[in-house]
C-alpha cells in the first residue's frame, strides 16, 4: 500500500489540489499557529507554568488537514497530543491551556463546540466517537464524529471494539491515525505485525486509507471523502496518517533513550509547514513578511489566552463536591462540610 | 395496579420510557430477538423497533463506550450487561469515563446513561454468573448504584434511574426476578434515588439489606417475631448514596444493627453501613454492629453455594449475638 500523496516533499503538486490557493495560505497561516501554541506551551511547561506537556511538532498536517475537513457542529473525540485538531473544531487556547494547568473548567469548551475534553486514558475514546456519531444516525442528523488517536492505541481491545460496532451499525464516524511511529518508547513495528494500520480496516468492513501524514493536502483529501462518506450514510473510515513525533513523548520523556536523533533527520527534511512553505513561495504567494506577521498576531493571541487562564482563581477548596452530578447528594454535601471544617465527622 | 414479579416490573419500567421519550434506546447482548438472557427485555423490540432495542456484538467496553457516547449527544441510552460478573471489560469505560465526564467537563458534558447489571447467586449457574461485587461500583465517584428488592421498587427506581441526569449502575437480584409478586403502579412510577425505606418497622433491632437480601432479612425479622423480638427491616434501595440518616435513624431507635449483604465482606456495603452506624450512633449502640455477608472467597459453584449466600439462619444468629443471646 503506497500512502496518498499530493504535495511531495518539495512543495510540488503530485495530482489536482484538493484546496483552492487561498484556502492553502489560509491552512499554512493555522500551521504556524498551531506550531507557535506547541513551542509556547512547552516554554511555559519548561518555567513551571504549565504540568506534563505532550508536544505535537511534526504531526501538524495530520491534524490541520483533517480538521480542516469538518463542520463547526461535528463531533470531536481526540487524545492529550491532539490540540491543534481541537483548537480548528473550536476548542479555545484558553480551555487547552487551562487543562495543563490542572484546572477542571479546561474541559468546557463554549457552547456549540462539540469537542470532547481530550483522552488522558489510551484507547477507550475511540468508542465515544462511534456512540456520538450513532446518535446522530439515529436522530436522523448529518453530523459526523471523528476521533484521533495514535499507533500504540490500536494495540488496545477498544480499539477493536470501536471498529467493529462503526463496521456493524455503519456509524458515521471518522477513525484518525496518527501513525507517529512511537507509543512512548515502543516503536510502531512493536505494536503491530500488520504491514499498516490501514489495512486493519478490512477486518471490520471499513475503508481504510494510508496517507503521507506530513501532506497538508493528502491528509484534507482523505478525511474530506471519509466524511462526505460518513455524511452519506455509508459508514465509517480508517485513516492512517503516516508521521512522526518529533518530540519526546511528553515534557516528562527523555526520548534519547529509546529513539537515535538521527533517525529524525530524514524526517525533518519531511516537516509539514515546510513543503507547505515551499508550495507557497513557488507560487509567489508567500512572503518573510507575511509569516512574520502571522506568527506574531498567533504569538500575541496565544499570550493573551494564557494571561486569562494564568489570572483565573482557582476553584475553592469544596467545589470539586459540586462537580460530580447535577446536584451534589447528601454524602457529598457531608464530605464537603468535614473538608470545610463545619460538619460532623461521618454521615 | 397489577400483580407482577420483578422482571415483568423491569420490563414493565422499560417499556413507559420507552413509549414516553424518544431519547431512550436500549442496547446490550441478547437483548432484543431473544428478550435477554432472563427475558426482563420480552417483547419490546417487537414493540418498539430494532433500532430502540439493539442487539449489539458481544463487548462490554464496546456496549457501555457507546451508550456513553450517545449519552453525550442527548439520548438516554440503558445499556445491559449480562450478568454483573461480565461487567469487568467494560469497567474501564464506567471508572475512566461515564463516571468522570461531567467532572473533567466541569458540567459542559453529562453522560445520563443507565447501565443495567443481573447480579448474586442462588440459582447455581456456572462461574462468574453469581457475583455480587457492586461494592467495586459504590466505591467509584460520579456514578450512583441502585439494588431494587421488590418488583415495586425495581420499576420505580428503573423509571427514576432513566430520568436521572446522572449515570445509574442499576443491579438487579437474580434469584427474585421471579420469586416475589406484588401489586406495582400502572403506568409512570417514580421513587426517589438515594432513599431507604424502613419496610418493616421494629423496635428491638435493625436489619439492613438491599437486593436479593431484603427478602431473606424479611424472613428473619418473622422468624425472631415468633420469639418476641422485634426487627426493622431497612431496604437500603440505593447502594450509592447510601441514606444513611434512615440507618442512623433507626439505630438510634433500636440501638442494634445488623447489616446484610451478598457482597464479599472486605470493603463492603456492610462494612459501610457499619463504619456509619459507629460515627453517628455509637453512644445509642446497645452491642456492636454485626456484619452477615458473603465471605472473601470467591463464589463456590452450585454444590455448595449456599454457604457463601448468608441465609436466614446466619441473620438470625447476628441478630441473638446482639441481644447478648
Known amino acids: 500500500m503506497d500512502p496518498l500523496r499530493i504535495l511531495d516533499v518539495d512543495g ?336 | 395496579m397489577t400483580e407482577m414479579n420483578m422482571a415483568h416490573a423491569l420490563n414493565d419500567a422499560l417499556a413507559v420510557a420507552l413509549a414516553d421519550d424518544d431519547r431512550v434506546v436500549m442496547l446490550g447482548e441478547d437483548v432484543g430477538l431473544t428478550g435477554g438472557v432472563f427475558r426482563v427485555t420480552d417483547g419490546l423490540q417487537e414493540r418498539f423497533g430494532a433500532s430502540r432495542v439493539i442487539d449489539t456484538p458481544v463487548a462490554e467496553s464496546g456496549i457501555v463506550g457507546a451508550a456513553f457516547g450517545m449519552a453525550i449527544a442527548g439520548m438516554r441510552p440503558v445499556a445491559e450487561i449480562q450478568f454483573l460478573g461480565f461487567s469487568y471489560p467494560g469497567y474501564d469505560q464506567i471508572v475512566s469515563h461515564v463516571g468522570r465526564i461531567r467532572n473533567r467537563s466541569n458540567h459542559r458534558f453529562t453522560a445520563p446513561l443507565v447501565i443495567r447489571m443481573p447480579f448474586g447467586g442462588g440459582i447455581g449457574a456456572a462461574e462468574h454468573h453469581s457475583e455480587s461485587s457492586e461494592a467495586i461500583y459504590a466505591h467509584t465517584p460520579g456514578i450512583k448504584v441502585v439494588a431494587p428488592g421488590t418488583p415495586a421498587a425495581a420499576k420505580g427506581l428503573l423509571l427514576a434511574a432513566i430520568e436521572d441526569p446522572d449515570p445509574v449502575i442499576f443491579l438487579e437480584p437474580i434469584r427474585v426476578y421471579r420469586a416475589i409478586k406484588e401489586d406495582v403502579p400502572a403506568g409512570r412510577y417514580l421513587l426517589p434515588l438515594g432513599v431507604a425505606e424502613v419496610v418493616r418497622p421494629g423496635t428491638d433491632v435493625t436489619l439492613v439489606a438491599y437486593g436479593a437480601m431484603l427478602r431473606d432479612a424479611g424472613r428473619a425479622a418473622e422468624a425472631l417475631a415468633t420469639d418476641g423480638v422485634s426487627a426493622e427491616v431497612i431496604d437500603l434501595r440505593t447502594l450509592s448514596p447510601l441514606d444513611a440518616d434512615t440507618i442512623v435513624t433507626s439505630a438510634v431507635k433500636t440501638g442494634r444493627v445488623v447489616a446484610i449483604s451478598e457482597g464479599h465482606r472486605t470493603a463492603g456495603i456492610a462494612s459501610e453501613v457499619a463504619a456509619i452506624v459507629q460515627e453517628r450512633a455509637l453512644y445509642s449502640l446497645l452491642a456492636p454492629v454485626a456484619r452477615v455477608t458473603g465471605w472473601d472467597t470467591i463464589v463456590p459453584l452450585k454444590r455448595t453455594e449456599r454457604h457463601h449466600i448468608p441465609s436466614v439462619d446466619r441473620i438470625v444468629a447476628a441478630v441473638r449475638r446482639t441481644l447478648g443471646d
Not at chain 1, 470531536?76 to 473548567?105: H, I
Not at chain 1, 463546540?113 to 468508542?127: D, E, K, Q, R, W
Not at chain 1, 511511529?181 to 477486518?203: C, F, L, N, V
Not at chain 1, 506530513?214 to 474530506?224: G, I
Open chain 1, 12 to 347: 510540488r503538486l503530485l495530482g489536482p489540489s484538493p484546496l483552492p490557493p487561498e484556502e492553502i495560505r489560509r491552512l499554512f497561516a493555522v500551521l504556524l499557529t498551531v506550531r507557535a501554541y506547541d513551542h509556547k506551551a512547552s516554554a511555559l511547561q519548561r518555567q513551571g507554568r504549565l504540568a506534563t506537556y505532550a508536544q505535537f511538532e511534526g504531526q501538524e498536517a495530520a491534524q490541520v488537514g483533517s480538521a480542516a475537513a469538518l463542520r463547526p457542529d461535528d463531533w470531536m473525540v481526540a487524545t492529550y497530543r491532539d490540540a491543534a485538531a481541537m483548537w480548528m473544531q473550536g476548542y479555545p487556547w484558553d480551555n487547552l491551556l487551562l487543562g495543563r494547568m490542572g484546572d477542571e473548567r479546561g474541559g468546557a469548551p463554549p457552547a456549540g463546540v462539540n469537542v470532547l475534553p481530550p483522552s488522558i486514558t489510551v484507547g477507550a475514546h475511540m468508542i465515544h466517537a462511534v456512540g456520538l456519531g450513532w446518535a446522530e444516525q439515529m436522530r436522523g442528523t448529518d453530523r459526523i464524529a471523528i476521533t484521533y488517536f495514535g499507533d500504540g492505541a490500536t494495540s488496545e481491545g477498544d480499539f477493536h471494539e470501536a471498529m467493529n460496532f462503526a463496521g456493524v451499525y455503519r456509524t458515521p464516524t471518522v477513525f484518525v491515525c496518527q501513525n507517529n511511529g512511537w507509543a512512548i518508547s515502543m516503536s510502531r513495528d512493536r505494536q503491530t505485525a500488520s504491514e499498516t494500520i490501514a489495512q486493519k480496516g478490512i477486518a471490520y468492513g471499513i475503508p481504510g486509507t494510508l496517507v503521507d501524514g506530513n501532506d497538508l493536502l493528502a491528509v484534507f483529501a482523505a478525511t474530506r471523502d471519509a466524511v462526505a462518506r460518513a455524511r452519506r450514510g455509508e459508514g465509517a473510515t480508517l485513516i492512517e496518517a503516516l508521521t512522526q513525533r518529533m518530540g519526546p513523548h511528553t515534557t516528562a520523556d527523555d526520548a534519547g533513550r529509546y529513539r537515535e536523533e538521527r533517525s529524525l533527520e530524514d524526517w525533518r527534511r519531511r516537516d509539514p509547514l515546510d513543503r507547505v512553505r515551499r508550495h507557497l513561495q513557488a507560487s509567489g504567494s508567500w512572503s518573510e513578511d507575511w509569516e512574520h506577521e502571522v506568527v506574531t498576531a498567533a504569538a500575541a493571541e496565544i499570550e493573551a489566552a494564557v494571561g486569562r487562564a494564568e489570572d483565573l482563581a482557582p476553584f475553592g477548596a469544596g467545589a470539586a463536591f459540586d462537580r460530580m452530578f447535577a446536584r451534589p447528594t447528601a454524602v457529598l454535601e457531608a464530605q464537603r462540610a468535614e473538608l470545610l471544617g463545619e460538619g460532623k465527622a461521618g454521615s
